[in-house]
């Protein structure tokens, strides 16, 4: 069975980008209800048990062979080691498209669950409300009670694939969108964006591997850069950018302005009629690229003020349609999404509840690709923003042989200086725009 690939979903098959959602966990845990839990996911949504094939001029969603469906990977082993691992095992070419893995601790009773979806099919929203189904299968296996979740159906034997992310989209007029189009590329054209240089200056002589710097804030930090993000009428999305945008102008040259690019992935499931669940398996996220201008001492405040400002804009208007629109011209025209730093933010997200006698001490998303490019000399920096239970945190991801550790560290350390400053040290509320 096939399902054609949409012209957005077809953007990310080149990409080889996917989501490893990981939770640790300790108590007692029944690898078998888990097991089974994981397979009812995999029944209830066809793309998960899919390969990519071509079709045609694009590309298709083939469903895999019984034998070939990805079921849950049991071993034994250091937990920290095997998330390295898995950041660093790419999803097979012609392959499943999800991956389950458990970890357990030689001693004791701590455990990994690692959960990597390919970006084809889904996104740091439908990513994080996969991993939380299946824990929640996994508890009403084992306190015997009905999942009272439903999902897809096969119906006279028919598959019930989710809808093509592209074919959701509202009506639009073509020539809007091309003046858009060409609007949006004469601006990246004309203010091209700085970016940072790696500082690894032999990368043939470094093992390359993803990596990742975690930069994290305990309830009352994260309590405390809420609270002073509302008293100054930003989003704690838009503090995180600036003090992002601020440290990578301190590693350019010179003490005049610059333009720096923020690219803010952008959700567009709440915004489809009628919306579109999280647990929905489409890339259902377009993005928004502000340029600002700033200098080595840039005010965090200011800078948050602008961006919270011009993404309100963009959202409320109809610039995430345009964009959703527009992506598939990106491999074209790379500028459409080039930028000094990339800053996702999945929002708070409470942690599954689990069954009595198994806890969850740490949830995490970082995104991985399979494709790093030493030989560009410089490109963005990505940071994964998300709050499981009340705690931030900031996942760097970089590769080996184009960041070092050493450098990664530092830029991490830095955001979250300025990330706890800007709490004890919060300035005026932003200037009214009404």
């Not at 019984?66 to 660093?88: I, K, Q, Y």
């Not at 809420?226 to 989003?235: E, F, L, M, P, Q």
Request: hydrophobic share 45%.
């Amino acid at each position: 069975m096939h399902r054609m690939l949409c012209p957005v979903e077809t953007l990310y098959v080149g990409q080889r980008s996917r989501g490893v959602i990981s939770s640790a966990l300790r108590g007692h845990l029944d690898v078998a209800a888990l097991s089974a839990a994981f397979d009812a996911v995999t029944q209830a949504h066809p793309s998960l048990r899919s390969r990519i094939v071509p079709e045609g001029e694009g590309f298709a969603l083939q469903l895999l062979a019984e034998a070939e469906r990805p079921r849950l990977a049991t071993r034994t082993g250091d937990t920290d080691a095997a998330h390295a691992a898995e950041l660093n095992m790419a999803l097979p070419v012609g392959g499943p498209l999800s991956r389950a893995v458990l970890v357990s601790a030689p001693r004791g009773d701590d455990y990994l669950f690692v959960l990597s979806v390919d970006h084809t099919i889904a996104d740091g929203h439908s990513s994080i409300a996969l991993h939380h189904e299946v824990w929640n299968r996994y508890r009403a296996l084992v306190e015997g009670v009905g999942s009272k979740t439903k999902l897809f159906s096969v119906a006279d034997g028919t598959l019930d694939w989710p809808a093509p992310v592209s074919g959701l989209l509202p009506a639009a007029d073509s020539a809007r969108t091309a003046d858009y189009l060409e609007l949006r590329i004469e601006e990246t054209l004309r203010r091209p964006a700085q970016m940072i240089a790696y500082d690894v200056a032999d990368p043939s002589a470094v093992e390359g591997r993803i990596e990742v710097c975690r930069v994290a804030l305990d309830e009352e930090r994260t309590s405390r850069l809420r609270h002073c993000a509302r008293a100054v009428g930003v989003s704690v999305h838009a503090v995180i950018a600036a003090a992002l945008l601020a440290t990578a102008r301190r590693r350019l040259h010179g003490d005049e302005p610059l333009p720096l690019s923020c690219l803010s992935p952008v959700d567009l499931r709440s915004r489809l009629s009628p919306p579109v669940p999280a647990l929905v398996m489409i890339p259902a996220v377009t993005a928004h690229l502000q340029t600002l201008d700033v200098t080595p001492g840039a005010e965090l405040g200011d800078l948050a003020c602008t961006i919270h400002a011009r993404l309100s804009d963009f959202v409320t208007g109809e610039g995430p349609y345009h964009e959703m629109r527009i992506m598939p011209e990106v491999p074209r025209s790379p500028t459409l999404q080039l930028a000094t730093v990339i800053v996702t933010n999945m929002g708070v997200v409470p942690e599954p509840r689990m069954p009595e006698g198994l806890e969850i001490t740490d949830a995490r998303l970082v995104p991985a690709r399979e494709r790093y490019f030493p030989q560009a000399e410089r490109s963005p920096v990505m940071a994964c923003v998300v709050s499981f239970e009340g705690r931030l945190t900031i996942e760097f991801p970089y590769f080996t042989a184009c960041f070092s550790p050493a450098f990664v560290q530092a830029l991490g350390d830095e955001v979250r200086a300025a990330l706890i400053a800007f709490t004890e040290g919060i300035g005026p509320a932003c200037p009214s725009t009404d």
